[in-house]
Each structure stands twice: as C-alpha cells, then as structure tokens.
C-alpha cells in the first residue's frame, strides 16, 4: 500500500480524508516514461498504415480491410462502459491495470510467432488470427485504460496532468521516429521479406509494450477517497449513468462533439487503400505515410501541450475537431484527379499531409475531450465518464466496416470514385458539424 501524506494545499481537508502523494515526482516520471514507451510500441502497428497495409497484401476484400481498420478501435472502446463499470468506485486501481495488462500485451507475440511460423499461407485465417490478437490486447487494455485514467487523475493536478500527457506523448512521438525509420526500412522492397518483416514489427511492438508495464508499475497510487469510493458502490452504475445523461448538459454534449468528430475514422481507415488505388502510389508510399504520421504526431503534441497549457483540455478539444474536418476535405479534392505526371506527386503530398494530421489527432484524446472531462468531472463519475466517452468512440470506431461494404458495392458497378467521393465527403459534412458544436462547449473552471 502506497504511502501517502497530506500537502499544504490540501490541510484543510484533513476531515475528507482526501490526502496527496509525497511522492508527485516518481509518479510524474513514471507516468511520462510509461507513455513514451506505450507510444513507440503503438509507432511500430499505426492501423492506418501498418495494419491496414498489411491487410492489403493478404486481401483484395474491401470489408476484411475495413474490419482490420476498425478492429483496434472497436475492440478498445466498446468493452470501456463494462470495465468502468468494474473499477467505479474502487480505492484502488492498480491491480485492475497490472493483470490485464499482463495477458493482453503479449498478444503481439503471438502474432509474430504466427507469422513467422506459418508465412501466412492462409491469408484469410492470418487477418483473423490479427483480428483476434488486437481484439485481445484491447479488451485487456481497456479495463487497463479506465484504471489508468483514474490513476492519473488522483495522482496529479489538472496542470501537471497535461505538462505530464504532453511531455510523454512529445518524447513518446520522438523516440517513435526511430520506430518509423525502421518500419519504413523493413517494408522496403530491400527490407525484409513478406511475412517476416511485419512479424519483426509485432516483436518490437510487444517489446516496448512490456517496458511500459514495468514502467507504471512504479506508480504508487493515491486511492480515492473513502467517501467517494462509498457513495459510487452505493449509487447503482446504470442508474447513476442515465442520470447523467438526463441531468449533465456538459458531460451529453460532449458526447455528441465525440460522435460527430469521430467518424473522421471511417474516412481515415480508407486514406491509403484510396492513394494507392486511385492515385497509383506504390507500397512504398505505405513508409512514407507512417513517417509522416509520426511527424505529424510530434508536431501536434507540441501543439497540444501549448494550446493545454494557455487554453485549457477545451482548445486541445477544439482544434482537433477542426483536424478532422480538414483531412477528409484534403482527400475529397483528390477524388476526381488523374493520377498522371504532376498531379500524382501533388497527390502524395496532400496525403502526406493528410496522415500527418492523423498523426496529431490521434494525440488529442487524452489531453483534449477526456481531460476535459476529468476536469469537469466529480471524483466518482470520472471512470464513468470515461468509460462513457470511450464506448461512445467504439460504436463510432464500427463506421470503417460500413465503408468497407459500401466501396465494395459500388467498385463492383465500376463506380468506385463515387464511392470515395461520397464517402470523404459525407464524413467532412459530419464532422464539419461536430466542430461547429465544440464552439458552443462552455469552459470549466480547473481543479486544484
């Protein structure tokens, strides 16, 4: 049991029984090495790119593509209402994130071994077996996630938070470069052969992820507090959960930004499966795209964690809703362009910049809309709210399926421009919206 003392700051709480940790340090470090460490492990596996290429070496299917892009999300955010409905109310978080963590992270493992021992002779069984070894790790890390949060959120300040999820994700996206490099190097045409060279990506993948969980383990926990741990067991989860949603405006209107911003997704599952069909760039533009998405990456860290600072987790909200309206409008004007001379070295630099800004939204989440709501936030409805929003991303995560059936539908009556045309369109209209509606969120004041 972690030791913990009251803080100036905090004396005249005595009576709460809220108490702060002495040591704010290790937990800072621990918290900021354990991202960094989680991010270059998920730098090796983009689904955008890596996942999604590697799909498209086994499979012409738009749909088994589209089901491989949507598995790591879906698989992630679904199962969070159920495992914040697990850890709400628990003083202490840390077991439910050690143990899952220790099975799910070492379905990377199976999946290089599955790889390398069968060479993938049987694709369609090898993008299940994928499929399934995402899934796992997801689950897992999904309770593993919720607990993680609420962690984070008792152990450090609102302020400290963010400098702490900034300077993570910043040195995370920073070592990530090197894992770029050799993704890019390894999927080369003078890289490694097919299968092995994504079997050695699964290994390095799986090799960071284990660092990172020895990394929090060093954690040492503030449990929440007594009377908050008894009034969440008390209050039922689903009763305290429609509430909510039938009393806070706040928490149901962010919900609805979530919703409408998000299926930016079902756009970016399709990104590199419409710049090599439609634009004719090769395999090797697969390396490209990922370099960019971790440049990208880095940039908007930096640009996160200044916005966060200056403008609270609200900025950080808004400017990557207005993320995701610009990358799918960049591709929507290519959807018509010959692929000839000129315009295919135009097309691949718009689509560099297109991943790049899928490198920066893909860091917004922690530092943005759930910062914001953990600020927002009571103590016992933070692994609820949580759990709420990430759910509420899952079913959002679905739509790359939808897109898969719908191109799929119209490339067999020959109109696949159409349908990518539709598509890239229809998702910036939506998510046009979505970033409408997060200039109408209110600010909230920040915690102690």
């Not at 439609?278 to 440049?295: D, E, K, R």
């Not at 959002?396 to 696949?416: E, K, R």
Request: net charge positive; aromatic share 10%; charged share 10%.
């Amino acid at each position: 049991m972690a030791s913990v003392v009251e803080t100036a700051p905090y004396a005249d709480q005595r009576a709460t029984g809220v108490y702060h940790q002495v040591d704010v340090p290790r937990n800072v470090v621990a918290f900021t090495a354990d991202m960094a460490a989680f991010m270059v492990g998920t730098y090796f596996i983009p689904a955008t790119t890596v996942l999604v290429g590697l799909a498209a070496q086994l499979t012409d299917d738009k749909t088994l593509i589209g089901a491989v892009g949507m598995a790591w999300p879906v698989s992630w955010f679904l199962p969070q209402l159920i495992a914040a409905q697990i850890v709400r109310g628990r003083r202490w978080q840390k077991p439910y994130l050690v143990v899952p963590s220790l099975l799910g992270r070492n379905a990377f493992l199976l999946i290089a071994l599955w790889l390398l021992i069968t060479q993938a002779q049987a694709p369609v069984l090898t993008i299940w077996v994928l499929i399934g070894g995402i899934a796992l790790f997801n689950l897992c890390d999904a309770l593993a996630g919720v607990a993680w949060f609420d962690m984070l959120s008792r152990a450090l300040s609102p302020r400290v938070r963010a400098r702490a999820v900034s300077v993570g994700q910043f040195v995370g996206a920073v070592l990530g470069v090197g894992a770029g490099i050799i993704v890019e190097r390894v999927l080369s045409p003078q890289g490694l052969p097919f299968p092995q060279n994504y079997a050695l990506i699964f290994g390095c993948t799986w090799v960071c992820m284990m660092l990172s969980l020895g990394l929090i383990a060093l954690v040492r926990e503030t449990p929440m507090d007594e009377t908050e741990s008894a009034h969440a067991q008390r209050q039922g989860f689903v009763r305290s959960l429609f509430e909510a949603l039938r009393t806070d405006r706040l928490f149901v209107r962010v919900l609805v930004v979530r919703l409408l911003t998000g299926v930016e997704l079902m756009a970016a599952s399709f990104y590199l499966v419409f710049a090599r069909d439609q634009l004719g760039l090769g395999n090797s533009a697969t390396g490209i795209f990922n370099m960019a998405l971790i440049i990208g990456g880095i940039v908007g860290i930096a640009l996160f964690g200044w916005v966060a600072d200056r403008f609270t987790a609200l900025g950080v909200l808004r400017t990557a809703a207005f993320m995701q309206l610009l990358a799918p409008c960049i591709a929507f004007a290519f959807v018509f362009v010959s692929a000839d001379g000129i315009w295919q070295l135009v097309g691949l630099i718009a689509f560099v910049i297109v991943f790049a800004l899928r490198g920066a939204i893909e860091h917004s989440l922690v530092i943005g809309v759930v910062g914001y709501l953990l600020d927002a936030a009571a103590e016992r409805h933070r692994a609820m709210y949580v759990g709420a929003l990430n759910t509420l991303g899952g079913i959002v995560a679905l739509s790359p399926l939808l897109g898969g059936v719908w191109l799929d539908g119209l490339s067999a009556t020959g109109q696949g421009e159409l349908g990518y045309a539709v598509m890239f369109g229809g998702v910036a209209l939506i998510a046009g919206t979505g970033a409408w509606l997060s200039l109408k969120l209110p600010r909230v004041s920040r915690q102690p």
